[in-house]
RNA sequence: GCUGCAGUAGCUCAGCCGGUAGAGCACGUCCUUGGUAAGGACGAGGUCACGGGUUCAAAUCCCGUCUGCAGCUCCA
């Protein structure tokens, strides 16, 4: 049987089915170096025999599909370079899949892998791609002819519950290159040699197999390849750059936060961060006024009966905290804002005329994480929620849910983050409900995310225990992705604590209660903040502002007084520098410490009631008058601007003498 | 929680094979009064995470606990 395949020209071919991919790239056009071929859309590497046709193209060196494919065979080539070097008898293999930025694989193994047999394994591997070791494969059918196979080949445990769980009467290939074969679906690419040299083996990690903790924890190799050197490097200047921006350094640094022993999971934060904590919560209530929200505030502590009501002692329990019983009462402190705010719709008989009711919470919560997954700010035990509960009718579920999207747009908006990712996550395996509540939910959700235009993905089982959700994922300055704001919508929690509204009709009806929170939390919020920014946050953020420093402290000391009284005025946060001490030194620890303007008073300003202005980037402005930098600065900080509103736009390169690290 | 690694001054780290602690930066005092990222001198600062053990002797070796880091699993 012939198999007809589209070329992008729009051409066709014919080959009978079972040609090796390689005889049809011998004579595919512009197929030359092709690291293996794509069928329509899904791999077909040069060992492998065609079994359908469709629309063909070749998979060439310099693209992320070829990439796929190398980094694959690099995986093999680690492998086989750990066969060498531990003795192919010592370690047993279980996968070694592509990641997003590059790959892996797991290994059972006694010796434990240290940090130094990293480059020992990455000398032995370079040295399996200069032997250029072409690839080969082959097939048997049925899962026992695939035991059989493994058994020949030594102990493969793992591999054969692999075969074990795919469809019986399968085809299984297997992947040789020099002595080293492997169980593979493959693709790859045709010999050892096409994987070049810039790779990287870049951790050891302890890994489950198959992800299961009760199960065998592996060793695993985190390696990444690329095809030149120069993009190698690339991504390790990147990463590089995220560790520079790691908030927890920068926290400390900066004197933002600190995360006490005694507390794990924690933060303290200090005079400086609490200004930014306060100037988030400033905006968002800004914001919740205009939208129509009121703000209430719940305990921390209820009673074990509220968490029996709500499901948590049920669903959450290990991740709440109880105090001790006393006088026979048992008490939990509140993982989530709900209760409590059911709690307030409780207070009086509502009216449908008060629906929709938008309450906010900035809720204190504390959930028990398991102690590996604490880290920073961005996973911890301890922390605020922008919390708020829109109780309404069903009918008005999806203009509500139309401007909660709009709403965390809106938000996202002051810090810059565009890119913006929705998911839309239904029924997980341990919830409450009918089957009813979560259908309408995921309907409704569904129909504003589609009406919303924006594209949006499915998180099948990422929902809640008491209804589906709309989780938000942005990404940051250097394009790391985050997940921050959930819009949950709750058909249960009004049946479990009986919330009524009396309908127009007269009659008692149940409202719906969607959950949000746009930030998040306070917590990670800052800490993606932190990251985002690099610590070197806008204006009206800032812990400090301005910060005004003399030339000669003795002489112009009045002068510098005067104009952080005018800032002040202004309200910016605006401190002098008026401790001994050479200038030169001033600027570099304000420079350091992130301020965003540096305003200069030296006897030509202090005369003429003017400052010089020294952006934190470096960027020199010379002097000007000070009521017009004060007005600037207070417009900027007063718009929530990203960028200065003083000097040339961010980024401008600085004058030639003036190369220096700058913040 | 699990696997691996780590914990010495506020910070970054040295202190290897055991003989009761050191540097740079930061901090304080004094001198220096200067034009856009580091002026100088002197000084203070540590129960070497905590608890046991081995030893004549432990920051150093062993065990346990706590905390952190990289992952796994999980999540705002």
Known sequence: MDLEFRLPDGSLRRYPAGTPGRDIARDLPGASGALALLVDGEYLDLHSPARKGGALRPVLPGTEEGLEVVRHTAAHVMAQAVARLFGKDAVEF??????????????????????????????????????DLPLSRSEVEGKDAARARLDASGKAEFKKEIVRDLPDGSVFSFYSQGEFTDLCRGPHVPSTGAVGEAFKLLSVAGAYWRGDEKRKMLQRIYATAFFRKEELDEWVRLKEEAKRRDHRVLGRELGLFKFPEASPGAAIWLPKGMICWRELERVIREKLDARGYVEVRTPVLLDSSVWKVTGHMDHYRENMYFLEKQEDRLFGMKPMNCPGSAMVFQEGLRSYRELPLRLAEFGLVHRNEKSGVLGGLTRVRSFVQDDAHVYCTPEQLEDELRDLVAFVREIYGLFGFADIRMYLATRPASSTGTDAMWRNAEEAIGSVLRASGAPFVMDPGGGAFYGPKIDFKVLDSIRREWQLATIQVDFSLPEKFDLDYVA????????????????????????????????????????????????????????????????????????????????????????????????????????????????????????????????????????????????????????????????
């Open 504 to 663: 127009q009709d007269g009659t008692r009806k149940r409202p719906v209660v969607i959950h949000r929170a746009i930030l998040g939390s306070f917590e990670r919020m800052f800490g993606i903040l932190v990251e985002h920014f690099a610590g070197a946050f806008p204006l009206w953020l800032s812990p400090e502002q301005v910060r005004v420093v003399p030339v000669s402290e003795e002489k112009q000391a009045d002068a510098c007084r005067a104009a952080v009284a005018a800032l002040r005025a202004a309200g910016l946060r605006a401190s002098a520098d008026l401790g001994s001490g050479k200038m030169g030194a001033k600027i570099r620890e304000a420079t350091i410490a992130k301020v965003p303007y540096c305003l200069v008073i030296g006897g030509r300003e202090a005369e003429s009631g003017q400052v010089a202005v020294r952006r934190r980037d470096g960027h020199d402005l010379g002097a000007l008058p000070l009521g017009e930098v004060v007005e600037a600065l207070r417009r900027e900080a007063a718009e929530r601007r990203l960028e200065p509103s003083l000097g040339p736009p961010p980024g401008t390169p600085l004058p030639e003498r003036k190369r220096k690290p700058q913040a």
């Open 94 to 131: 279980a996968i070694g899949p592509v990641i997003d930025e590059g790959f892996y694989y797991d290994f059972d193994i006694e010796h434990a892998f240290t940090p130094e047999d990293l480059p020992r394994i990455e000398e032995e591997m370079r040295r399996i791609v200069r032997e």
